[in-house]
């Protein structure tokens, strides 16, 4: 990515996060893990983290902070999405990008349900809670795997054919330049 397409970038991938935060949608259906996963890809490496925890915080200021332990696990979850977004940079495909939105959607799932039981008053602290605590949470995963894969799948795939074509257009550009 060129160095001048960097804020348009930016803009556009924090205002898909604001409204797909502060808009209506189903619960935990959100482009927040496509962001980080896509910055990490794609961004500069500062922006991996940076971005989508700015976009969690600026939209906590309308939506409304909760306990600190399940806060602190849902930030770190994100910027841990990042950190994957920077290892998928050279090894991205079908395969590893699909497998980097199940997997992190998977681990915010394990985490903060364990974080909920955890730090909030909502479940006994027994076995029973924190079973309890994942069961009544499976809408909520089902969303979230759906929400990954959905804007995963519009980021990666939008900016690799946006990328694809104006190779395509450079080649052609080239060749016709040639042919003169």
């Not at 496509?34 to 906590?60: H, N, V």
């Not at 602190?72 to 590893?96: D, E, F, P, Q, W």
Request: aromatic share 16%; proline share 4%; hydrophobic share 55%.
């Amino acid at each position: 990515m060129k160095k001048s397409q960097i804020p348009v970038v930016l803009i556009i991938l924090f205002l898909l996060g604001v409204f797909g935060r502060l808009g209506p949608h189903p619960m935990n259906f959100t482009p927040v893990f496509a962001i980080a996963l896509f910055a990490g890809a794609y961004l500069p490496k500062k922006w991996s983290i940076i971005l989508p925890l700015l976009l969690m915080l600026f939209t906590d200021l309308f939506l409304g902070f909760y306990e600190l332990g399940v806060m602190v696990t849902v930030y770190g979850s994100i910027a841990l999405t990042g950190a994957l977004g920077l290892a998928l940079r050279k090894r991205k495909s079908l395969i590893t990008v699909a497998s980097a939105a199940l997997g992190v959607s998977l681990f915010f799932f394990l985490t903060t349900n364990f974080a909920v039981w955890a730090f909030s008053p909502w479940y006994a602290s027994t076995w029973e809670g924190l079973l309890l605590s994942y069961t009544l949470a499976v809408p909520f995963f089902r969303n979230t795997l759906l929400g990954n894969v959905f804007f995963v799948g519009i980021l990666f795939g939008s900016y690799e054919l946006v990328k694809l074509k104006l190779n395509q257009n450079f080649k052609y550009q080239a060749l016709k330049s040639r042919s003169r």
